[in-house]
């Protein structure tokens, strides 16, 4: 029920977030993630009691590492070179194990941003930060993606 009206509230990219209720919302391979918990307020009630599910791309998989040749394995194009990927998430402090510049954390809106654009929907109640992300590699086919 939502103002009196029984609705279904289907969420793509979003999380349920009732108040009360835990949820982790996670940002890229170089950045923070939180375990947030729901609150009652009238910007809650707006969003439907949803909060986003992590920080949210702002370059498409194929932008960022390029167009894969899966007969002759080489990749074209990729605005993120791997080098500037390592240096960032070594510089952050993880360690990458696996992954492509398609997850890079370039690829990705900075989620201390993301979540204060939903300020007054959640409480933040542990702030995490990764120290090891371990992914299939960059070449290795992914049907779900590829």
Aim: aromatic residues 6%; proline residues 4%.
């Amino acid at each position: 029920m939502h103002d009196g009206q029984e609705a279904i509230v289907v969420r793509k990219g979003a999380t349920p977030l009732v108040p009360g209720q835990q949820a982790f919302i996670g940002g890229s391979m170089g950045d923070m993630a939180v375990i947030v918990e729901g609150v009652e307020s009238g910007l809650a009630k707006e969003a439907f009691y949803s909060t986003v599910h992590g920080a949210g791309r702002i370059m498409s998989r194929t932008q960022a590492a390029g167009k894969m040749n899966w007969k002759t394995k080489t990749r074209t194009g990729g605005a993120i070179p791997r080098e500037r990927m390592e240096q960032a998430v070594r510089a952050f402090g993880v360690e990458l194990r696996g992954g492509g510049t398609d997850e890079s954390p370039f690829v990705y809106r900075k989620l201390a941003e993301v979540l204060e654009a939903h300020a007054g929907t959640f409480n933040i109640l542990h702030t995490l930060k990764p120290i090891g992300v371990c992914m299939a590699g960059a070449d290795e086919y992914d049907p779900y993606k590829d």
